[in-house]
């Protein structure tokens, strides 16, 4: 399992204030500081509303490849941000993400062929709506795995995520647990015949209710998906007590993959 950082988002007031004034300075120490504390990954977001957002994600781009030789995951659902992102990348980075939205279908899909990037699946529909059983979900990664391999993206290239639900959802619990099954069908081979690169979110859980929920539900699904065969683990890289349960996970952890 590997982690990725989602700390540099235009949600953090440090990020965003840095955004306003294109300050590299706080978004730098942030990327040293997640990539010291382990993260292989660094997702960079710059938000979703500004107009502005094409030049900040390529800011973005600039500023923490100077500092750290962790993979870049460019996320956006805008696929001009993700365009510009990519014009500056010095390697490779991985696109976040793709959805059976049709206008993502036509627009994220050949950045991914270009530039043959990894490429995020959001197991979403067309109305960017994620189901919330196993089935519906196996349904959709295997319609957006037929969209990416037809449009010229390599098998190993793509990477599903389930899409973790806020614990504020009623249904919160079945879908966790749904989500989880569908990682462990997809890493396991049982849906492909060969295993799948798996990846979710933990910071949604808690996702505007950091106060009504215990961060412990975050290192109980950590351990969870570790044990379904989950490949990458997006989350606060900042948070000790993540952090501990990550190292604990990956020490116990035998994997025949990096």
């Known amino acids: 399992m590997l982690l990725a950082a989602d700390n540099i988002h235009a949600m953090n007031a440090v990020v965003s204030d840095a955004l306003r ?14 990539e010291s504390n382990g993260a292989q990954f660094i997702d960079l977001n710059p938000g979703y509303l500004s107009k502005r957002n094409e030049d900040r994600m390529a800011f973005l781009v600039e500023t923490v490849q100077e500092v750290t030789t962790a993979r870049l995951i460019l ?3 805008n696929p001009r941000v993700l365009a510009r992102g990519l014009a500056v990348c010095k390697e490779t980075p991985v696109l976040n993400a793709l959805s059976l939205e049709p206008h993502k279908l ?21 109305r960017s709506f994620t189901p919330p059983s196993t089935e519906e ?5 295997a319609e957006l795995r037929e969209h990416a391999l037809g449009a010229g993206v390599k098998g190993e290239n793509l990477i599903f995520d389930p899409v973790l639900p806020n614990l504020s959802w009623d249904d919160a619990h079945f879908r966790v647990s749904e989500g989880l099954k569908a990682v462990r069908l997809l890493a396991s081979g049982a849906i492909f015949q060969e295993p799948a690169s798996t990846m979710v979110g933990l910071s949604n859980l808690r996702s505007g209710q950091i106060a ?20 990458i683990v997006l989350a606060n890289a900042l948070r000790p007590e993540l952090r501990a ?11 025949d993959v990096d």
């Open 21 to 34: 004034e294109l300050d590299p300075r706080p978004i730098q120490e942030l990327a040293r500081a997640c």
């Open 75 to 77: 996320d956006s659902p």
């Open 106 to 126: 036509e627009e994220i899909l050949p950045l991914a062929v270009d530039c043959q990037t990894q490429l995020v699946l959001l197991l979403m529909d067309e």
């Open 137 to 141: 979900k196996i349904a959709i990664a």
């Open 212 to 231: 009504r929920y215990p961060a412990r539900f975050e290192e109980t699904c950590l351990a969870l998906f570790a044990g379904a065969g989950l490949k």
């Open 245 to 255: 349960a990550f190292e604990s996970i990956t020490q116990m952890t035998v994997s």
